[in-house]
T-cell receptor
Framework: AQSVTQLDSQVPVFEEAPVELRCNYS??????LFWYVQYPNQGLQLLLK??????LVKGINGFEAEFNKSQTSFHLRKPSVHISDTAEYFC???????????FGQGTELSVKP | NAGVTQTPKFQVLKTGQSMTLQCAQD?????MSWYRQDPGMGLRLIHY???????DQGEVPNGYNVSRSTTEDFPLRLLSAAPSQTSVYFC?????????????FGPGTRLTVL
């Protein structure tokens, strides 16, 4: 079975500052990893995903994430955030052969002017 | 394409009432699923379907029923609503269940059970 832990429930940051949202996972098999974003009162949309290959994955809106197999982590980063990045971010895993996503608890990113 | 649509957007029920949350997608996706979102718990899988006529339970299936008679529709039925089912419900779809496809989410249904 897989599980996901997002290490921070809330991350406040000032506009134009860098940000890192942390995600650790647990699995006995290789997994696919995802980051989704949920803007206020909306559904989730995909930011980026890691399937295989290069461990640095680039996504939409300037976000990137690095897969670290030895540390079982998939942290999300952005070098300079905007007010519009204020949202809740979810890390998720799925096992090959199954489309079921297992989500972390979510991290609320709050960008202040 | 409208993507994934959900109705209603908001619903208030009394304990013991039943209702159906509607979900439809127009992308010809085989895989559809229902999640509930509760504060501090992320999204949890209720039921999913890998194609018309095939459904299976997720992590938290109790109190919910699903059926998949067409590729497009995947309704979620609450048999006898309880306050513990107060939540935001999301429907999602993807091209295939066995591949690492992007899941597309609907806008959600906010359900309150009194």
């Amino acid at each position: 079975a897989q599980s996901v832990t997002q290490l921070d429930s809330q991350v406040p940051v000032f506009e134009e500052a860098p940000v890192e949202l942390r995600c650790n996972y647990s699995s006995s098999v290789s997994v696919y990893l995802f980051w989704y974003v949920q803007y206020p009162n909306q559904g989730l949309q995909l930011l980026l995903k890691y399937l295989s290959g290069s461990t640095l994955v680039k996504g939409i809106n300037g976000f990137e994430a690095e897969f670290n197999k030895s540390q079982t982590s998939f942290h999300l980063r952005k070098p300079s955030v905007h007010i519009s990045d204020t949202a809740e971010y979810f890390c998720a895993v799925s096992a090959p052969g199954g489309g079921k996503l297992i989500f972390g608890q979510g991290t609320e990113l709050s960008v202040k002017p | 394409n409208a993507g994934v649509t959900q109705t209603p957007k908001f619903q208030v029920l009394k304990t013991g009432q039943s209702m159906t949350l509607q979900c439809a997608q127009d992308m010809n996706h085989e895989y559809m699923s229902w999640y509930r979102q509760d504060p501090g718990m992320g999204l949890r899988l209720i039921h999913y379907s890998v194609g018309a006529g095939i459904t299976d339970q997720g992590e938290v299936p109790n109190g919910y029923n699903v059926s998949r008679s067409t590729t497009e529709d995947f309704p979620l039925r609450l048999l006898s609503a309880a306050p513990s089912q107060t939540s935001v419900y999301f429907c999602a779809s993807s091209r295939e269940g066995g591949a690492p496809d992007t899941q597309y989410f609907g806008p959600g249904t906010r359900l309150t059970v009194l």
